[in-house]
């Protein structure tokens, strides 16, 4: 926004846009000038303000023992009784511990996995294959987590899931994949990536083809075989976005959502599925514990954000890259 | 060494890697395919053949009868036609409401345009959270009402951005003549702005309409307890977790005696092929404009 702006400022004419240089105007004078401009933005602007702004100011309720109907002034203030409440509760560690668990394994394999599979689809040199390999890819990423989490249980079903259909062909007793809380970190990830793949390597895929075609030639004539391309040229020209993305994916490791842990989970992996955000729906609006429910939205939202900061200052001192 | 021998036989190598490269991409395909094709065979088959398991990817005795028992029972149709409601109003309001503010930010001289960018980038960077967005849906009154579905995410400030870059690469001298003409800035955004914007409205509307066809969170969360305002997305994870868990009590009798004469794996797999299908149908649009927008989305970002 703000380069268009200074590059307008003190030229007189940009592309015809002001042909006549502006006089100073009387307010009034430019509001009634612009009233449809007003009217065409004010009234969404006002609906931002309710539906974004207001929750925002919901985060009061973290600091109040919230009564449902009373007015704002007539709500109990108590402090930070709801967050040491909070801290007290062993299950608020285990939400915590999954949230940052899950999290970092998402983020760990929705980086490489799509990199590698970018760099391979780049070198792929069939067209056809090429575009038939990207329409599929990006399929899934279009289907709601309950379709997805319909899937996932279908294919690993112990009487009809393919996955266990091998394992009992080699020999192998069938597994209760989705009855076992030490593998539901594994599906999670899997099911994202399985989601995921081919839509978070497209941007990937635009970067390596935004790099210039001669450096290639240049390093084949160089002796380069295909894997001192990828090492030397590939990777160093998607650098730059790879980082950018995982400052920013490193910020968001907390917020990533529950969709997924919701959709997927069942009474007996309940343990490993319950999510920072699930443990604030739970409490916030199944047992009516709204103070607690926000304050697990403040704490999420807090850790979050150090870990932006954290995340960013390193790359800043090590790369010289900044997010922010 | 020839050009085209260059092309393939560069290095030692070469064979090699395009070899494993092509497997690995085959392992892709597969792997993606299989389920889709898999569910969609259940779909397809004689429910009670199905129990016999062994399925892969064609039906072994064809069938319509479990789309026709889904379509005829139930909550099914009727959150079918929600989910189509809400995504076709949602979507057009979206649509409205975001190119209306973009276009008034689109214009530099306009009074609040400064105030209003700032006021709407915020929104990408802090939210309130969902405690307290439930309650002040519960204050605004939208429980149980189908506003909820188009109201809160209706002014979305990515949108408007992308919209607004957009609106600024225009050739400018149309708006120009037009409002020389006399035209006010209404009638230039409705007869030459809109219509100039086009491929920009279709990304950004197939955005919208697959986020409003594919959640569930809102209807699970603020509309649960109303049928008549159940989406399709619902009632798929409804089936799909009352026969996970084994929780039939969950589960209207009514549809748990249906149940019992269909095999629920061919009417879980069937509704999710109706949830599917209208996304497979648009799925060629969305390929061209989704990949565009995120480039767009990117390049801006």
Redesign the interface.
């Known amino acids: ?1 703000s380069e ?1 702006d200074t590059t ?1 400022t003190g030229t007189t004419v940009i ?5 006549v240089p ?1 006089k100073r105007r009387g307010f009034f004078r ?2 009634a000038e ?1 009233r ?7 009234p ?2 006002v ?2 303000l ?10 009061t ?1 973290a600091f109040q023992k ?1 009564k ?1 109907g009373k007015l704002f002034w007539a709500q109990t203030w108590v402090g930070l009784a709801n967050f040491i409440d909070l801290f007290q509760q062993p299950r608020f560690y285990l939400a915590l511990q999954n949230t940052l668990t899950m999290s970092l394994m998402s983020l760990l394999v929705n980086f490489t996995f799509p990199i590698a ?1 970018a760099i ?2 780049s ?3 069939w067209r056809g ?1 090429k575009r ?2 990207q ?6 990423h ?6 997805v ?3 996932v ?3 690993l079903s112990t ?2 899931g ?1 996955i266990n259909q091998i394992i009992s062909a080699m020999g192998g007793k069938p597994i209760q994949f ?1 009855a076992q809380s030490n593998l539901f970190y594994f599906i999670v990830t899997g099911a994202d990536l ?1 989601k995921e ?2 839509w978070n390597a ?2 990937y895929l ?1 970067a390596i083809a935004a790099i210039d075609p001669e450096l290639f030639e240049a390093a ?1 004539v160089d002796g ?5 391309q990828i090492w030397n040229i590939t990777l160093p020209g998607i650098s730059h976005i790879v980082i950018i993305l995982l400052i920013l994916s490193i910020g968001n490791l907390i917020n990533i959502g529950f ?1 997924r842990q919701f ?1 997927l989970m ?2 007996i992996v309940l343990d490993r599925a319950q999510v920072l ?1 699930l443990y ?2 739970r409490y ?2 199944q047992m009516n514990n ?1 103070g607690r ?2 304050a ?3 704490v ?2 807090v850790v979050s954000l150090t870990l932006l900061f954290v995340a960013n200052g390193i790359f800043r001192r090590k790369t010289g890259e900044s997010v922010m | 060494m020839t050009t085209t021998r260059s092309k393939w036989f560069f290095s030692r190598s070469g064979w090699t890697f395009d070899a494993v490269n092509a497997l690995i991409m085959i392992l892709v395909l597969v792997v993606t395919l299989y389920p889709f094709l898999n569910v969609l065979a259940i779909s397809l088959n004689d429910s009670k053949d199905s129990v016999r398991g062994g399925l892969t990817i064609f039906p072994r005795i064809f069938t319509l009868e479990n789309y026709k028992t889904i379509l005829n029972f139930g909550n099914i149709p009727h959150a079918a036609m929600i989910s189509a409601l809400r995504t076709l109003i949602g979507t057009f309001l979206s649509l409205v409401a975001c190119s209306m503010v973009a276009y008034a930010l689109h214009h530099r001289e306009f009074m609040g345009r400064r105030f209003l960018s700032r006021f709407l980038a915020i929104t990408l960077y802090v939210s309130g959270g969902l405690i307290p967005g439930f309650l002040l849906i519960r204050t605004l009154g939208l429980m149980n009402n189908f506003l909820v579905y188009i109201l809160p995410g209706m002014v979305n400030a990515f949108n408007i951005f992308v919209i607004r870059t957009y609106m600024d690469g225009l050739p400018h001298e149309l708006q120009e003549s037009a409002k020389i003409d006399g035209a006010n800035d209404f009638m230039i955004f409705r007869r030459i702005v809109i219509p100039l914007c086009q491929p920009v409205l279709a990304t950004i509307g197939l955005f919208v309409a697959v986020g409003q066809w594919n959640s569930w969170f809102d209807t699970y969360i603020y509309n649960a307890s109303d049928p008549n305002l159940s989406t399709l997305q619902y009632e798929l994870m409804k089936v799909l977790q009352s026969t996970q868990t084994g929780n039939e009590a969950a589960y209207g009798s009514d549809v748990v005696q249906r149940m019992q004469q269909v095999s629920p794996e061919s009417i879980k797999m069937a509704i999710t092929i109706i949830t599917i299908a209208p996304i497979l149908v648009v799925y060629p649009f969305l390929q061209r404009y989704f990949v565009r927008g995120l480039v767009i989305g990117a390049v801006k970002g």
């Open positions: 926004m268009r307008v592309a015809g846009r002001r042909m502006r430019t509001l612009q449809f401009l007003f009217l065409m933005s004010m969404f602007a609906m931002v309710i539906f974004n702004y207001l929750p925002i100011w919901g985060w309720v919230y449902p599979f391979l689809l070198e792929m040199r294959f038939l390999i329409t599929v890819s990006y399929l899934p279009f289907v709601s987590w309950v379709v989490s319909g899937i249980y279908r294919m009487d009809a393919p989705m399985w793949l081919g497209i941007i635009a084949k380069a075989g295909r894997w001192g969709e959709q069942n009474t955000e604030a729906l916030g609006i709204f429910g926000a697990i939205g403040v999420n939202s």
